[in-house]
């Protein structure tokens, strides 16, 4: 199953290793204030809740060392192209359901 970064560089037809927010919010023309926010709640969900990161492997392992997990900022730009893919691909949104609605398409 690919990430979720896998698949917005699929979709978006996108070679490079990484992109940063202001590019994403460019490509998806989604204001980078709310990737922004999306991103900061992501770093806030990784300090309250470290349980649910995942592995660097992308299992599910409650009880894994931090070490072992992925780091903050990944956790944080994990939760941006998840945020970013549903809503560009019309899926159901289980998170930032507030700043979606923020967005004007």
């Not at 290793?17 to 969900?45: F, M, N, T, W």
């Not at 660097?56 to 409650?62: A, I, T, V």
């Not at 944080?76 to 930032?96: P, Q, T, W």
Request: charged share 35%; net charge positive.
């Amino acid at each position: 199953m690919p990430t979720n970064r896998e698949e917005y560089f699929k979709r978006h037809n996108i070679t490079k290793d990484s992109l940063s927010k202001s590019e994403i919010a460019k490509i998806s023309k989604i204001p980078i204030k709310i990737l922004d926010e999306v991103y900061d709640r992501g770093v806030g969900a990784y300090k309250t809740n470290p349980q649910s990161v995942r592995t660097k492997e992308g299992k599910k392992d409650p009880k894994a060392p931090l070490s072992k997990k992925m780091s903050m900022q990944q956790w944080a730009m994990a939760r941006v192209y998840s945020f970013v893919n549903k809503i560009e691909g019309k899926k159901k949104l289980n998170h930032d359901l507030d700043l979606a609605e923020k967005i004007k398409k």
